[in-house]
């Protein structure tokens, strides 16, 4: 069911409860359970936070805990199946569900007393209508006694063949019902994507609920959409479209912040919106090596070629940067040139056919010291998730990159920094090796890369959203160096070791890249089906669909499998 009055319906209710947070490893979730966090603390509300990374891990929470919870909230998990199905909850737990994983499963939308869905209203959800997918049980045993003993033959004879044409065109119906019904699920439950982020539908749903909050929430969701930016989970329009209705909540906020009787210290964090470059890092880098290892800027210039590299140093002449300065550290640049950087760097980059280099962003500020992007805490705080330099479980990550949230744990968000630099390098040289050795080869209906044990990195790549960000990186290259119009419009399969030991790889599949794009992949539900029709052991245990682990020695006839289907 719907929540049409977050603050009635959702928020009064838990105020008084104890409550589990089920969180998924993500920056979106990660950001909503700060705020959370922050709510229940002010409230004095009783919580325990269990991050889960998948459904096996979801699962094995709730029934460590339902014994001792009756309301649960979960966060970027659990609307796209069928959760009493899933859970086999007792009739008086309830689960508040706060997703953007999209389609949400219909038995969740239509049921009125244990499922409340956290869901911007003005979404285009296209929920099929309840009489096309749910019918009452009908009583189709008929009274056949005679209503007289002295009814002739003729009577009888008459009466039972019109029972069997109406019993037939009963059957009839029904199987003509339960054929549209399955045309109707198959038509919503194809695609997967992604909708509002859940930051942003409790900023704009109830902001008297989160106004205190207001500065990191809105910090916080823009690190979600600048997220959902990298990892191609929402399209670009949705972007501008969600973040014009952002800057008007901040000017809001910053006019109120101006008045003399409410003005705030230097040393107060402020929010600024303002056009930014498209470079990674850059203010946290030096300005050489964020042009190198962003995925924008090299597609366009090709740096994996010799020819690109020459483009490159075009580039930085045309600007008039000498290479001393491009190569140290940003901060240290000379004043004089970092004043005019920005015009700069657009005024050559349209020069050389990159007119999206600069893009609408908010930044945060720390007094004079510290500021950052929200795309840096982007990249930073899904480095700590995904870390692989130490072993340990993932929910010490995890709750190393929720503290980064927090103002004063600056240098873990610093720490983050440095990991997204080395995943950024890590990235960019897998995909020039890619490139250059050919390893992105065409299947047919879609791109195919796998990686082999013994690649650099290969252990980065191992976790899910490193794989996903590679993916996207190696796609939008791929389009750039290849001459072939019809490989320009296929989706990309990505495919990684990850466990040497039991023989399992992972495997993503990414929507075409494209500028008419809407991100919607059909990849989670021919998985499935590929996976069924072969019999490969396959593990469908993360919240995306389009990401599942697969036993090595199966891959050959699952591929095959996938590309008959889609064909």
């Not at 704009?204 to 205190?212: A, D, L, N, P, S």
């Amino acid at each position: 069911m719907f929540i049409s009055d977050c603050r009635r319906e959702f928020y009064d209710v838990i105020v008084s409860q104890r409550v589990l947070l089920l969180v998924a490893s993500d920056v979106d979730a990660l950001c909503a359970c700060k705020i959370l966090q922050a709510l229940f603390q002010c409230d004095h509300v009783q919580y325990t936070l269990v991050p889960v990374s998948g459904w096996q891990e979801l699962e094995t929470a709730f029934l460590e805990h339902k014994d001792q919870f009756k309301y649960f909230v979960l966060i970027n998990c659990g609307a796209n199946v069928d959760l009493l199905e899933v859970l086999q909850p007792e009739e008086d737990t309830c689960f508040f569900v706060c997703d953007s994983h999209r389609p949400i499963n219909v038995v969740n939308v239509y049921n009125d007393m244990q499922i409340k869905l956290l869901v911007k209203q003005d979404d285009d959800l296209n929920v099929p209508a309840y009489d096309d997918i749910f019918r009452d049980e009908e009583d189709e045993e008929e009274d056949s006694e005679n209503e007289s003993d002295g009814s002739e033959p003729s009577e009888k004879r008459r009466r039972f063949e019109e029972d069997v044409i109406e019993r037939t065109m009963k059957r009839r119906q029904r199987r003509e019902w339960e054929a549209r019904r399955r045309e109707i699920l198959f038509d919503y439950e194809q695609y997967e994507y992604h909708g509002t982020s859940v930051i942003f539908m409790l900023l704009t749903g109830q902001c008297v609920i989160f106004g205190k909050y207001f500065s990191v929430l809105l910090m916080k969701y823009e690190n979600t959409q600048e997220e959902n930016e990298h990892i191609c989970s929402c399209s670009r329009m949705k972007y501008v479209t969600d973040i014009g209705i952002l800057q008007r909540h901040v000017s809001r906020h910053n006019h109120r912040n101006q008045d003399e009787e409410n003005s705030l210290s230097i040393d107060c964090m402020r929010i600024a919106f303002e056009y930014d470059l498209r470079l990674a890092l850059y203010q946290h880098w030096s300005l050489y090596e964020s042009l190198c290892n962003t995925s924008y800027t090299s597609a366009s210039f090709k740096l994996w070629s010799v020819q690109g590299q020459k483009r490159l140093q075009e580039f930085l002449a045309d600007m008039g940067l000498p290479l001393k300065q491009v190569k140290q550290k940003f901060n240290s640049m000379d004043m004089s040139l970092k004043e005019n950087l920005r015009e700069m760097i657009e005024e050559s980059a349209n020069k050389f056919g990159m007119k999206d280099l600069r893009v609408q962003t908010f930044s945060i500020h720390f007094g004079f010291k510290n500021k950052f992007s929200a795309s840096d805490i982007v990249y930073a705080t899904a480095s700590l998730m995904e870390n692989t330099e130490k072993e340990g479980p993932e929910t010490t990550n995890f709750i190393k990159a929720l503290d980064s949230l927090s103002r004063g744990n600056l240098d873990k968000l610093h720490q983050g920094l440095d990991l997204a630099k080395k995943q950024l390098r890590a990235i960019q040289q897998t995909v020039a090796s890619c490139i250059c050795t050919n390893l992105v080869i065409s299947q047919g209906p879609f791109l195919y890369c796998s990686l082999m044990e013994g690649t650099p990195d290969v252990k980065l790549f191992s976790k899910p959203v490193s794989l996903c960000l590679l993916s996207k990186y190696l796609l939008k290259s791929f389009v750039c160096s290849t001459k072939n119009k019809r490989c320009k419009l296929l989706p990309l399969i990505m495919a990684a070791p990850m466990d040497v030991g039991q023989g399992t790889v992972i495997m993503v599949g990414i929507p075409p890249e494209t500028e008419s794009s809407d991100k919607k992949n059909f990849f989670g539900r021919a998985f499935e089906k590929a996976a069924d029709s072969t019999n490969s052991r396959t593990l469908h245990n993360h919240f995306d669909m389009s990401i599942i682990e697969l036993k090595t020695e199966d891959r050959s006839k699952f591929l095959d499998a996938l590309i008959s289907l889609l064909s």
